[in-house]
């Protein structure tokens, strides 16, 4: 079992070179996607947060993840992910078969727009139900 990382980076030192590498591009296609979200760890693998938690990636002895955080994008897209090992909310793929960026920035891109769909909005002139 690996020790708790503290940082991405932490996560990322402790996994294979070519596991690192293909995560590593997996990490700039997400941050490229969502500039705004926030790095983090939840449930000791690499996470990020934009209006709640929006996708995380990992890695196993057998494959590379990339969790999506929801069923319902998983499978708005399901035609572009048919090449790809999935289950609800989760892409697998081998290192050395990394997933486009394009498609990794297009799923980011979904996910922030499901995330601010339920986002609660701030009543008008700053009022706040129950007053």
């Known amino acids: 079992m690996r020790p708790n990382p503290r940082t991405i980076d932490d996560y990322l030192a402790t996994v294979s070179a070519d596991q690192r590498a293909a995560l590593e591009k997996l990490r700039t296609a997400i941050r490229a996607a969502a500039p705004k979200a926030e790095e ?30 929801s069923a319902s994008t998983v499978d708005a897209h399901k035609n572009e992910l048919e090449n790809y090992d999935t289950s609800k909310g989760t892409i697998r793929f081998q290192p050395d078969h990394p997933l486009p960026a394009g498609l990794v920035r297009k799923l980011v891109k979904a996910r922030i727009a499901e995330n601010d769909k339920l986002r609660p909005r701030p009543m008008p002139g700053g009022a706040s139900k129950g007053r």
């Open 40 to 69: 983090c760890i939840s449930y000791r693998l690499p996470a990020y947060r934009q209006n709640g938690m929006l996708v995380g990636f990992g890695a196993t002895m057998k494959h590379c993840a990339f969790y999506l955080m």
